[in-house]
């Protein structure tokens, strides 16, 4: 069993669109993330949910929405897609948000390209 | 705020080779570390941590890492290099009061010869 799977993988779509990535766990944990990664590779976060609450926002433009709407999940929709946003998404969670619970487990990440 | 840097973007090795990854953090406290591989086209594997305890830490796929406290390092290492092991590297840093969770380096990429 996949423990955080997100869908789709590529995703390809024109500047303007609004799209949505999926992310789910399986592993029981209270904490889940997105993180943007970079074509220089740089990972940053993005949003950290725990227990559908909302902790971070890493000064995301607003047309970023999570969407929790259980622990096991959380999604992303993305509005008015812009060329700027072509990167690899990747969904995580952790069993808790700070500490020795901040061990990330990581999905296959989601390779958005904007036309 | 923790940060993390990693001085090699590419480093190349021969297969068989010894290998070094350098990481130094930046943290007031006893920080958390990771060190994760992300091969193509993947996501991040966790490879070791460390929270405390043992400063040299053991980690899948014969890896290990010194956390060394006075040089604000942790440093990743792995006697002999397999092919296989070709990847994009990545150090992180968490912090217990931290709203930041993990903090990443750039990662260092690996490129194995034959």
């Known amino acids: 069993d996949t423990a955080v799977s997100q869908t789709p993988k590529y995703l390809v779509t024109q500047m303007g669109n609004d799209k949505s990535i999926k992310c789910e766990q399986n592993?029981?944990?209270?904490?889940m993330y997105w993180y943007k990664q970079d074509s220089k590779k740089f990972l940053k976060i993005m949003f950290s949910?725990?227990?559908?609450?909302?902790?971070i926002n890493e000064t995301v433009p607003n047309r970023f929405s999570p969407k929790s709407p259980d622990k096991a999940h959380l999604n992303l929709h993305i509005n008015s897609l812009e060329l700027g946003d072509s990167a690899v998404y990747f969904c995580?969670?952790?069993?808790?948000?700070?500490?020795?619970?901040?061990?990330?487990?990581f999905g296959q990440g989601t390779r958005l390209t904007v036309v | 705020a923790q940060s993390v840097t990693q001085p090699d973007i590419h480093i190349t090795v021969s297969e068989g080779a010894s290998l070094e990854l350098r990481c130094n953090y930046s943290y007031g406290a006893t920080p958390y570390l990771f060190w994760y591989v992300q091969s193509p086209g993947q996501g991040l594997q966790l490879l070791l941590k460390y929270f405390s305890g043992d400063t040299l830490v053991q980690g899948i796929k014969g890896f290990e890492a010194e956390f060394k406290r006075s040089q604000s390092s942790f440093n990743l290492r792995k006697p002999s290099v397999h092919w296989s092991d070709a990847a994009e590297y990545f150090c992180a840093v968490g912090a217990y009061s931290s709203a930041r969770q993990l903090t990443f380096g750039s990662g260092t990429q690996l490129t194995v010869l034959p």
């Open positions: 592993l029981g944990h209270d904490t």
């Open positions: 995580a969670s952790s069993q808790d948000w700070r500490g020795a619970g901040t061990e990330a487990f």
């Open positions: 949910y725990n227990n559908k609450e909302l902790i």
